[in-house]
């Protein structure tokens, strides 16, 4: 199997979130062709739409050696940005373009690859399972994918032992990194109010507007810590300030700003959110803080399953891997609670971008990697 192929027919599935668009029968198909049981796994919410998972098992002992991903996408943008379609899945030159072709259609293609050559030289079976665990909602709301396919297992006593998630962890070469770990995400949309005025008369009015700038100094201007061993410093973005004043000459009534904090392992949600608060509070004031928190920080100190990818990694690029917790959330967040996780997959360089693409050479060298990650895995176990 070629997971050049497999990569193109997905990515010709226009599955931004949470659309599935036929991607999962894309690769349902190519799965049950192998041997794999597949359960489709479509789970919806009142407030949150239905989103098509599929969780596919070969073998019936332990291990369980799981893989995870999406084959959600990101909304294209502006389509004129792009010199190709982004869902023809077009090869120009050495490169495989089109959304999803970093981010992340070309590594589950790369792990069925590896799956198809790993079972084709051990038709006599091999001791263990190996399963895939794949959502169509992490690039959206995260609510009916990953995490209700993990309770979906849970109750049918289905147990993971490893898993390896396929997001894009490289800045620029296949051998540069493996995530052990990720930051804390959370977002606090914060709202001053004032009293509104004429603005040749401020002593009349309270403005929100001046609290709300000096409020968000007290929070980006001191740094929340210096880092740890393994994460980099947490840090507090800015993200959007809204007045909504269309008159030069008046005092607004409430000025809104929205505030993304990603933290290390230093810290909890809570434990952000009461800090926040605390300098919030020394500018006082009437003001409304809502805060939510997509994850929370997590760390798998280097061990048994990030050594052995990263000497897949070494086997096959001659070069050792770095390991590292930097980037935005991801799915590990959910399956760390289940079993040890790490993360390793393509380039990020044009993720999420326009003529988001991936070399072809790194396509088939990924999908090496990950069969022999499965027999290393195997390897000490018959």
């Known amino acids: 199997m070629d997971p050049v192929d497999l990569a193109q027919a997905l990515i010709r599935c226009p599955s931004v979130t949470p659309a599935d668009a036929g991607a999962m029968d894309v690769l349902q198909s190519a799965l049950e062709e192998l041997g794999f049981t597949c359960h489709r796994l479509p789970f919806s919410t009142a407030d949150a739409p239905e ?3 599929l969780y596919a098992r070969i073998g019936d002992h332990a291990p369980n050696f799981c893989f ?10 502006d389509a004129n940005e792009w010199s190709v379609d982004p869902f023809a899945a077009e090869i120009k030159g050495d490169r495989l373009y089109g959304r999803g072709a970093s981010d992340m259609k070309t590594a589950i293609a790369g792990f069925v690859a590896a799956a198809a050559r790993f079972l084709e030289s051990r038709r006599v079976g091999f001791p263990g399972s190996i399963s895939l665990l794949i959502t169509g909602d992490e690039e959206g709301e995260a609510v009916n994918g990953t995490v209700r396919v993990l309770e979906w297992l849970a109750e049918k006593g289905e147990v993971l032992d490893a898993c390896l998630v396929g997001e894009p962890t ?6 540069d990194m493996i995530k052990i770990g990720r930051r804390g995400s959370m977002t606090a949309f914060l709202t001053v109010h004032g009293a509104s005025g004429h603005a040749a008369y401020p002593h009349l009015a309270d403005n929100p507007v001046e609290r709300l700038v000096k409020m968000l100094s007290a929070v980006i201007d001191k740094p929340l810590d210096d880092g740890t061993e393994h994460f980099q410093p947490s840090k507090a973005v800015v993200t959007t300030i809204d007045v909504g004043n269309p008159a030069a000459n008046v005092i607004p009534v409430r000025a809104e700003a929205r505030i993304n904090i990603r933290f290390n392992d230093l810290h909890t949600g809570a434990g952000v959110e009461t800090l926040l608060r605390e300098r919030l509070d020394e500018i006082g004031g009437d003001y409304d803080l809502d805060v939510g928190v997509s994850g929370e920080p997590f760390l798998f100190p280097p061990g048994p399953l990030g050594n052995l990818v990263a000497g897949a990694v ?3 690029t001659r070069k050792t891997p770095e390991f590292d917790t930097a980037g935005g959330t991801s799915d590990a967040r959910f399956i760390k609670d289940h079993c040890p996780v790490c993360e390793y997959g393509m380039t990020n360089q044009t993720a999420h971008k326009a003529d988001e693409n991936a070399l072809i050479s790194d396509i088939r060298l990924l999908s090496d990697i990950y069969e022999s990650v499965l027999d290393d895995f195997f390897a000490d176990r018959g």
């Open 68 to 77: 995870a991903g999406h084959t959600d996408v990101v909304p294209v943008g």
């Open 170 to 175: 490289n800045p620029e070469n296949l051998s």
């Open 51 to 53: 989103v098509q998972n």
């Open 314 to 316: 070494e086997k096959a």
